[in-house]
């Protein structure tokens, strides 16, 4: 495993002493950490320590909850899929309205 640049992963709260076991664990971190702060986005915590690599939402104070950066992204590739789906669905029907109405 590369040296890992501690300074840096403390600077993004991407820091995990005993956790990383590949160089791809603290560089995916770092990138999710550097992404989040980019975006202006708030660092989630979990047990008791900042976590750059998670997202605050806005609802985590009241019910607790803590969801990693992607979760958000993955919801709006479902929903756009989904809406070409519908379009894609609309415009079967239409021609079929069309080609009875002929």
Do not use: C
């Amino acid at each position: 495993m590369n040296q890992r640049p501690e300074a840096l992963l403390r600077r993004y709260d991407a820091w995990e002493r005993n956790t990383d076991k590949l160089d791809f664990q603290w560089r995916a971190r770092l990138l999710q950490s550097l992404w989040r702060d980019e975006q202006g986005l708030v660092a989630g915590e979990y047990a008791g320590k900042t976590r750059g690599a998670r997202l605050l939402m806005p609802e985590a104070p009241i019910r607790g909850l803590q969801v990693h950066w992607y979760v958000g992204t993955i919801v709006v590739l479902i929903l756009v899929v989904f809406q070409f789906l519908v379009f894609f669905r609309l415009i079967k029907h239409h021609r079929e309205l069309r080609a009875t109405a002929v």
